[in-house]
């Protein structure tokens, strides 16, 4: 389930996410090949679905930690997850592509 949107997904859609301990706190990590230890959360790598997570405060509840994470690295891998080679937009909704009428012509 993706803690941003809180909408069920199949794992492979999804991008696992970890806690490291940093000086001033926590942040928050990608873990794409899914081997990092330690507790994971899981979101949607749409920009969107962390800036829902961010307002929600979900990761502190996600990793039973209190305060708020740097999020940084995080919205790093996204920004260049979820953008198709060659565009500077962010895609459409989790991801999806864009639908197009293509058929037979009437």
Do not use: I, N, Y
Request: glycine content about 12%; overall charge positive; some cysteine.
């Amino acid at each position: 389930m993706c803690v941003g949107c809180r909408e069920r997904a199949p794992a492979s859609q999804l991008v696992r996410v970890v806690v490291r301990d940093t000086v001033p706190g926590w942040s928050v990590q990608p873990d794409p090949r899914r081997r990092l230890s330690g507790r994971g959360a899981h979101l949607h790598p749409d920009p969107a679905c962390l800036a829902l997570a961010e307002r929600r405060r979900a990761f502190g509840r996600a990793f039973r930690r209190p305060g708020v994470p740097d999020t940084s690295p995080l919205a790093e891998h996204l920004r260049a997850v979820s953008a198709p080679p060659g565009t500077t937009d962010g895609g459409g909704l989790h991801g999806a592509p864009e639908t197009s009428k293509v058929g037979r012509p009437t």
